[in-house]
């Protein structure tokens, strides 16, 4: 069936390193593909999205490419900051039927 | 600006009550999830509705059951709880054929 693995957490960085979170997926189709954030007490958030093969989805600095090739997604950052503490999801969708489907989050600590 | 509604932000039952949790949304959106989100687990789908009176099952159906008798509400409802089912219950909305997903703010179920 369609599922979605994420790396495994906790992730604990210092601040100003450099971020990646892996993401691959399996899918009988064409999903859209997403990252989510939850910050601490907060609901999910769309951090951003790519919705077709080669397409690059960025936001906050944040950035993910849609690899086909590979099934995969991994969020990047170049520099983390404490304020990126938070719980990251990777998540598809398929356009047709709309069923959303969630990694299991991967928790990112950053240290002063 | 979409606004998902839960019915409940906390909420504390006894083991064998029925528990209905709501969810309301205003955009007239066809497609609404049920996920429980657990640490270590992320989110887990319970059931999903594309349409009015049409529910389909996700990967966790086991002691709950739906109801979408309009639109714009999505109902989940624990026929009896159980202690295992003390979690965060997010519900989310989809328009059939966008690809970004919206949340309402989640309801912290204890069973006790």
């Known amino acids: 069936g369609d599922s979605v693995t994420q790396m495994e957490g906790p992730v604990t960085l210092s601040e100003e390193a450099f971020l990646t979170i892996n993401c691959t997926y399996t899918?009988?189709?064409?999903?859209?593909l997403f990252w989510y954030v939850q910050y601490p007490g907060e609901g999910l958030q769309l951090l951003l999205k790519?919705?077709?093969?080669?397409d690059k989805g960025s936001n906050k600095g944040f950035e993910a490419t849609y690899r086909k090739e590979t099934t995969s997604f991994h969020l990047e950052k170049g520099s983390v900051q404490v304020s990126d503490s938070a719980v990251y999801f990777c998540a598809l969708i398929f356009f047709q039927g709309g069923k959303l489907i969630f990694g299991q989050g991967t928790e990112l600590s950053v240290k002063p | 600006d979409v606004k998902v509604t839960q019915s409940s932000r906390y909420l504390v039952k006894r083991t064998g009550e029925k528990v209905f949790l709501e969810c309301v949304q205003d955009m007239d959106h066809e497609n609404m999830f049920w996920y429980r989100q657990d640490p270590g687990l992320g989110l887990r789908l319970i059931y999903f509705?594309?349409?009015?009176?049409?529910?389909e099952k996700g990967d966790i159906p086991e002691g709950y059951s739906v109801s979408r008798e309009k639109k714009e509400r999505f109902s989940l409802i624990l026929e009896s709880a159980s202690t295992n089912q003390t979690s965060m219950y997010l519900c989310?909305?989809?328009?059939?054929?966008?690809?970004?997903?919206?949340f309402g703010q989640g309801t912290r179920l204890t069973v006790v």
């Open positions: 899918a009988t189709g064409y999903p859209s």
């Open positions: 989310a909305t989809i328009k059939q054929g966008a690809s970004e997903a919206f």
């Open positions: 790519a919705t077709k093969a080669d």
């Open positions: 509705s594309y349409d009015v009176k049409m529910k």
